[in-house]
């Protein structure tokens, strides 16, 4: 069987040679591939003129909105400095995805397959609301189509420059954040669509213990008394464990070189807890675990059982990771520790989300760059907007190349 990295490095080696294939159907700048249609335009057209004055509210939301995430989005970066400087172990606050190819630095990735989708779902409907707040103030759309960024695919809009040049504040600046408004109205919907998910599993499952995936202190055998991969955890000391979460919040108040006892589904043994690398006063067991589950007598479970494979791959798997539906955003699915699943609506939440922050960053080409470009320039001079906006693109730049980097090159220093 071919490993998945080899499928991962065949896909992108096809989509380049059907894009060199192809490339006289493409117009290439740089790395960037566009082929150029008109699908969609009447279809913007026809929304944008269908209510003009929620159109027109949409637009000026979205110029709100906009503005009020690049302020967030900065206060992001400056947090994430301050991190970088006094808590280099945090993980990165920026770092490139490439679907199917690990993040630098670590093991985990974004799912080849449901990445693709995701960034090309949200892209589509990024790029239909430029379209449409375009038309909605009579800018000329002149193409749409698919975009490659390299390997990642895309979609674009294409406004007429000259006319967008000439817009009013309010024309231009709803264009520029329309796409950004349109990936934070889609997160909604989907939130409650995986959140809905979650509480039907909770109902669907119900934890039977927790087993030892790994020993992350391999060379300790001696102390673990032969704990192995594979068995399963029912309790530690006079308390149940049904999840990994008992047994995590069961560890969080003892100490290091304190006694428990540990029961498996085959008998019990006293361990001494030692302390993990990064807290020496902490009690550690040393063992990774995963709950174990089973359905309930329900009829969620009898409905999801069946498909189980299925229903997690879209509405994702976060048994044992949140004991509230609503949180699930706030597990960390690119932690080598997470071994549920995102599914393709949690990557859609993640990636719309994401693209919305970066692309309000206040830096050049960007949606976030082009709004910031548009109000200097009704307060300033051309030339002075155009030089306080490349100071700002510059700097935020060099900024996030600093975040992006400098954590993936600290372990090998």
Do not use: C
């Amino acid at each position: 069987m071919v490993s998945s990295g080899y499928f991962v490095a065949a896909f992108y080696v096809g989509i380049v040679a059907l894009i060199y294939y192809f490339r006289d159907r493409f117009e290439f700048e740089g790395i960037v591939a566009l082929y150029k249609t008109k699908w969609g335009l009447r279809l913007m057209d026809k929304v944008a003129r269908l209510s003009p004055g929620l159109t027109r509210l949409f637009s000026v939301t979205g110029i709100v909105i906009g503005y009020l995430l690049m302020i967030l989005m900065l206060g992001l970066i400056w947090f994430s400095i301050r991190n970088l400087i006094y808590r280099p172990e945090a993980p990165a606050a920026f770092t490139p995805i490439l679907p199917g190819v690990p993040i630098p630095g670590s093991n985990v990735y974004l799912p080849l397959i449901q990445g693709l989708l995701s960034i090309f779902i949200v892209v589509v409907i990024h790029e239909f609301a430029h379209g449409v707040v375009a038309r909605r103030y009579d800018i000329d759309v002149k193409s749409s189509g698919f975009v490659l960024f390299g390997p990642i695919p895309g979609a674009f809009v294409e406004p007429d420059e000259d006319e967008l040049e000439d817009a009013s504040q309010e024309a231009s600046q709803g264009l520029f954040g329309a796409g950004p408004w349109a990936n934070i109205i889609l997160a909604v919907p989907v939130f409650f669509l995986v959140s809905g998910g979650v509480a039907l599993t909770a109902n669907a499952y119900q934890g039977d213990g927790a087993t030892i995936t790994r020993l992350v202190t391999e060379n300790d055998t001696e102390r673990l008394q032969g704990l192995s991969v594979g068995e399963t955890i029912t309790g530690l000391n006079n308390e149940s464990v049904t999840n990994r979460v008992d047994l995590i919040q069961n560890l969080q108040n003892r100490s290091v070189n304190e006694t428990v006892t540990v029961h498996t589904r085959n008998n019990s043994r006293d361990i001494r807890l030692t302390s993990p690398p990064n807290d020496a006063n902490q009690g550690f067991l040393g063992v990774g675990v995963d709950t174990v589950y089973k359905p309930t007598d329900s009829t969620a479970a009898s409905v999801i059982d069946p498909v189980k494979k299925a229903y997690f791959w879209v509405m994702g798997d976060f048994r044992g990771y949140v004991n509230s539906p609503w949180i699930w955003p706030a597990v960390n699915v690119f932690s080598p520790g997470f071994s549920g699943q995102a599914g393709l609506l949690g990557w859609i939440f993640i990636v719309t989300t994401g693209i919305a922050g970066a692309n309000l960053l206040p830096i050049g080409p960007l949606d976030g760059g082009r709004m910031l470009y548009k109000s200097l320039k009704g307060i300033f001079q051309e030339s002075t907007a155009a030089r306080i906006s490349s100071v700002v693109t510059w700097t935020l730049l060099v900024v996030v190349l600093i975040l992006v980097f400098v954590p993936m090159v600290r372990p090998f220093l």
